[in-house]
């Protein structure tokens, strides 16, 4: 396998070291780390260290926990933060969000940013939260909007980038206008929010006709990347709204669905690449963004990849946006006959007020919003893919500020040959070929993690937690955890040893579904709690 | 975002369980929620239904609601397992959404229009981000529908402080003072409830807060056309009636 080397592999490398810092990884978003004491030959020999019940079970424990000088901190479905010891899991504090308003979307709570001795929090009544990173204490909590007024939450981690913290925001299936909110890390205060969807007198407008854009949804609800060299911030914007129903809102509906680079100081937009015009399939583009140096025909390029609910990876020149290839990751899309090499979809199939149209990928997406993994050292992209299709059908639906807002409705159907199915798979990411692919019983719903012992962890639905050889797909170890997984693993080192830490606890909202959708498979256990693996002989 | 599904489970196994139809297709959570509990549909329990009433709407749907209609896609004896289920909830449990999102007022349109401009979600709340009205905004500032002042320009001026922590001067309404003081940082767009300890605390009664600056982005006739908002929520007050 080739092995990427550029400066800004180095870089990235040298920074992931013996902490998991950021969501992603890094602000590059690879779920990657270049620990290696753990590796291909010695995983199976993988025991657990500790694990830790956060009592929260309500919606699983979904977030990614973040690790900085051996200190781990988690989030929980109902805003509870927990710091724990990361070598031996003691409690160091706690912390209950004590809510203003009972939520919309549900409870859900996919991770923490900590920086300048801050953790910061997104709840599900819409708040943002400052907390002591030393004491757990509440510092700030600012209200973003109401969340009884725009049908809208925080359920992603928020992105923490030099002294403001970015928070995104659900809502896109709600009659809402969406935006991201940049607030000063330590006071709270508001530095800027940029809003998704042009208002009058903005570029983009035009493609809103009359009062659509205050109800367009464009929500960001996922977690973005960050540049440093390039000073660019990156995030993936949802669905227009209503997702079905065209009707309202004849235009491209910028900058729904499309990547959105900005100045981080400034909230100003620095370019935009929408990747699905006038979306009409609740395809989100809110997903993971990947970046990567790889060379082009070539020319080393500053690449970004983009895998989102339409099947597609889209790779977008990160500097400028400039559109390079899109290819498509699942067996089964007819929802355009194609992108050309241009990036324009050609044989766009749109649903009809009144028809049922059946569709692939379904509106669950391609791939869920679970994240994959990159692997400089493999060169390879791994995804959790999705094969499922749906019955669209649009309805007359008027907006009402912050109620559901769809226009339409999806029936989730198998795709043409039989059944809907999960699996990992492998590609290169500028062919878009694939390497290797692993089927799961059901699907797989949880974060994927890879590492610099050449290795690929991720858990499954029915509890097992397992590492995968990540040039093959060989299976190499497999722990039956107690609870099904929907959250991301991560990998870290304190005081030489590394560990890997899984959350388990099924839940989430697609979570509720898993039974309809595999009616004879036995029930994802639910819980909350965090089981953390090393191998025996190193440290203690 | 996350998708409003509904499953198209093997029918047959389930043909005739009007319970477990009901978890597959009406329990998704943006609909009726587990057992007609919740969900950002309106809640089943505990509402009197009349059963044919039920039956065509699960068959037709409420199309201008946003309710699906089912006949497309199960049978005439499903939708009547279906609907011998949701007769069932009568009477049990309370009657508010869950989320409150239903409990909201109508209001006739020439309201509705001032209510929008007093949220005014298009410029970050407007009002909204100080006052909470009705059951929407937030409660920084003084319950405008127990009030009786008409200045929305100006406010009253009362209250604010100017606070000094540390090299930090701002604006702030004191909420709790004491060893462990929470307060309202009036030097951001968005107004931030802050916890500081009251030793490193200084508050100065004088403040150049100036309320009409906050107000700037509505015009003079924007403000009178939020007067019938603000004068319906407060004859809404009992001592009012």
């Known amino acids: ?540 | 975002m996350k998708s409003f599904v509904l499953f198209a489970v093997t029918a047959a196994a389930i043909a005739q369980d009007g319970a477990a139809l009901f978890r597959a297709r009406c329990a998704v959570p943006y609909c009726h929620g587990q057992a007609g509990s919740a969900g950002r549909a309106p809640k089943l329990i505990g509402h009197t239904y009349n059963s044919s009433a039920v039956f065509s709407i699960v068959s037709g749907g409420l199309p201008a609601k946003g309710m699906p209609g089912f006949d497309r896609d199960l049978t005439a004896e499903e939708i009547e397992a279906v609907t011998r289920y949701v007769m069932t909830f009568a009477g049990a449990g309370p009657r508010k959404n869950e989320w409150g999102i239903s409990s909201r007022t109508q209001l006739t349109p020439e309201l509705e229009r001032s209510r929008n401009l007093f949220f005014d979600a298009a410029r970050m709340n407007g009002c909204g981000r100080c006052h909470e009205v009705d059951g929407w905004g937030s409660k920084v500032g003084p319950d405008l529908s127990r009030s009786a002042s008409w200045n929305l320009r100006g406010g009253s001026g009362k209250g604010v402080v100017t606070a000094r922590i540390g090299a930090e001067t701002f604006p702030a309404l004191v909420l709790e003072p004491g060893s462990v003081t929470r307060l309202w940082d009036l030097g951001s767009r968005l107004p931030v409830l802050r916890t500081v300890a009251g030793a490193d605390l200084q508050t100065d009664a004088a403040s150049r807060w100036d309320h009409a600056a906050e107000t700037r982005a509505y015009s003079d006739a924007e403000l009178q056309l939020i007067r019938p908002f603000l004068q319906w929520a407060r004859k809404q007050q009992p001592d009012a009636r």
């Not at chain 1, 030959?41 to 694990?51: C, E, F, H, K, Y």
């Not at chain 1, 990036?343 to 749109?350: A, F, I, S, T, Y």
């Not at chain 1, 749906?390 to 807002?405: C, T, V, W």
């Not at chain 1, 397992?466 to 039956?480: H, I, M, N, P, V």
């Open chain 1, 1 to 540: 396998m080739r092995t990427w080397s550029c400066l800004f592999v180095v870089v990235a490398n040298l920074l992931a070291q013996a902490d998991w810092g950021t969501h992603g990884g890094n602000y590059a978003a690879w779920r990657y780390s270049s620990l290696a004491q753990i590796h291909t030959s010695n995983v199976g020999r993988l025991t657990p260290a500790w694990s830790f019940q956060t009592g929260d079970i309500e919606h699983g424990l979904q977030a990614t926990p973040i690790v900085q000088r051996g200190v781990m901190y988690v989030s929980t479905s109902q805003g509870w933060v927990i710091a724990l010891n990361a070598a031996d899991g003691r409690l160091i504090w706690e912390y209950r969000y004590a809510p203003e308003n009972t939520a919309v979307y549900g409870k859900q709570n996919r991770g923490v940013a900590v920086s300048q001795g801050m953790v910061l929090l997104g709840t599900a009544d819409n708040h943002a939260v400052g907390i002591d990173a030393q004491t757990g204490k509440e510092k700030w909590r600012v209200n973003m909007e109401d969340t009884r007024q725009c049908g809208c939450n925080i359920t992603g981690a928020p992105l923490a980038v030099k002294d403001v913290a970015v928070f995104g925001v659900t809502g896109g299936d709600s009659a809402h206008r969406g935006y991201l909110t940049a607030l000063n890390i330590r006071t709270g205060r508001f530095h800027w929010r940029f809003y998704t969807i042009p208002g009058p007198e903005e570029n983009g407008h035009e493609t809103w006709p009359g009062d659509s854009w205050r109800h367009g949804g464009g929500s960001t609800w996922m977690t973005g990347s960050y540049d440093a060299e390039l000073n660019l911030l990156y995030w993936g914007v949802g669905n227009a709204a209503g997702d079905i129903l065209s009707k309202n809102r004849r235009g491209d509906n910028l900058y729904t669905a499309s990547v959105v680079a900005l100045n981080p100081d400034t909230g100003k937009l620095v370019w935009h690449y929408q990747e699905v015009p006038h979306d009409v399939w609740d395809y989100d583009s809110v997903y993971e963004l990947v970046l990567a140096d790889l060379p082009v025909a070539g020319k080393m390029r500053k690449l970004l990849f983009h895998s989102t609910k339409a099947g597609y990876t889209w790779l977008l020149d990160r500097s400028n946006g400039e559109f390079i290839k899109a290819w498509q990751f699942v067996k089964h899309s007819n929802w355009v006959a194609g992108i050309t090499e241009g990036g324009k979809l050609v044989g766009r199939r749109d649903p009809e007020i009144g028809k049922g149209l059946f569709v692939c990928p379904s509106a669950m997406g391609g791939k869920s919003w679970n994240e994959s993994a990159w692997s400089p050292r493999t060169g390879l992209l791994y995804l959790p893919v999705v094969e499922a299709c749906n019955d669209l059908m649009a309805r007359e639906q008027e907006p009402q500020e912050g109620q559901i807002y769809i226009g339409g409705s999806w029936i989730i159907k198998p795709p043409p040959d039989g059944k809907i199915e999960g699996y990992l798979a492998a590609f290169d990411p500028l062919t878009g070929s694939r390497k290797w692919s692993l089927p799961g019983k059901t699907w797989f719903m949880a974060s994927l993690l890879a590492t610099a012992g050449d290795l690929l962890f991720t858990g499954d639905p029915e509890g097992n937690f397992f590492a995968l050889d990540a040039r093959d797909g060989k299976k190499l170890w497999s722990f039956q955890t107690g609870g099904g997984h929907r959250g991301g693993a991560i990998t870290y080192a304190v005081n030489g040893r590394q560990y890997v830490a899984t959350p388990l606890g099924w839940g989430s909202f697609l979570g509720m579904f898993h039974l309809s959708i595999f009616p004879d498979a036995p029930a994802p256990r639910a819980g909350s709690a965090l089981m953390v693996f090393a191998l025996p002989e190193v440290g203690q």
